[in-house]
T-cell receptor, first 111, second 115 residues
Framework: GNSVTQMEGPVTLSEEAFLTINCTYTATGYPSLFWYVQYPGEGLQLLLK?????DKGSNKGFEATYRKETTSFHLEKGSVQVSDSAVYFC??????????FGAGTTVTVRA | DTGVSQNPRHKITKRGQNVTFRCDPISEHNRLYWYRQTLGQGPEFLTY????????KSRLLSDRFSAERPKGSFSTLEIQRTEQGDSAMYLC?????????????FGPGTRLTVL
């Protein structure tokens, strides 16, 4: 089936540390891939996306590259801030309209 | 900028009661989706509308659940004879099929607690 598996949390980091959250997918065809973020007390927000192999999505200092050969879409940020504390969800879009989400990774950044 | 809105934000009900949630999508978005999110999990797809037509229902949606989107604008999700297992966050999203890939924009959700 079409699904994503993402790194389990929680992840706790110090400010300015490097963040990586692993995400791998299983899909038929070539789905679009997304990272959504859920800040405390808020709804899901799109963080970045990539629609084809080797595409790199980027936003707010976060990056993720669509790797077909490893079926991965890992999220990275070079220097995290306290304000990056949130739950991060990897997702793939299949059948043109259906999002399949990972379980989410909780990230806490300490000052 | 008006995003997706959902009402109510919180609903507490007793088992066996009926509840109805409303979603107002971003203006001119022709696609509307419902998802359910339980604690510690990612959202799961429930159903999808293109304009007023409901094009798919997940097997997660038992016959106690019904969704409508009259006139292709707002949508309602009704749960009849609620059960404790229905307790979850119900998320609505909308999108516009303008490019080859849809981007879904989510509302804040309605948190349902069934006692």
């Amino acid at each position: 089936g079409n699904s994503v598996t993402q790194m389990e949390g929680p992840v706790t980091l110090s400010e300015e540390a490097f963040l990586t959250i692993n995400c791998t997918y299983t899909a038929t065809g070539y789905p679009s891939l997304f990272w959504y973020v859920q800040y405390p007390g808020e709804g899901l927000q799109l963080l970045l996306k990539a629609t084809k192999a080797d595409d790199k999505g980027s936003n707010k200092g976060f990056e993720a590259t669509y790797r077909k050969e490893t079926t991965s879409f890992h999220l990275e940020k070079g220097s995290v801030q306290v304000s990056d504390s949130a739950v991060y969800f990897c997702a793939l879009l299949f059948n043109d309209y259906k999002l399949s989400f990972g379980a989410g990774t909780t990230v806490t950044v300490r000052a | 900028d008006t995003g997706v809105s959902q009402n109510p934000r919180h609903k507490i009900t007793k088992r066996g009661q009926n509840v109805t949630f409303r979603c107002d999508p971003i203006s001119e978005h022709n696609r509307l989706y419902w998802y359910r999110q339980t604690l510690g999990q990612g959202p799961e797809f429930l159903t999808y509308f293109q304009n007023e037509a409901q094009l798919e229902k997940s097997r997660l949606l038992s016959d106690r659940f019904s969704a409508e989107r009259p006139k292709g604008s707002f949508s309602t999700l009704e749960i009849q004879r609620t059960e404790q297992g229905d307790s979850a966050m119900y998320l609505c999203a909308s999108s516009a099929r303008l490019q080859s890939t849809d981007t879904q924009y989510f509302g804040p959700g309605t948190r349902l607690t069934v006692l």
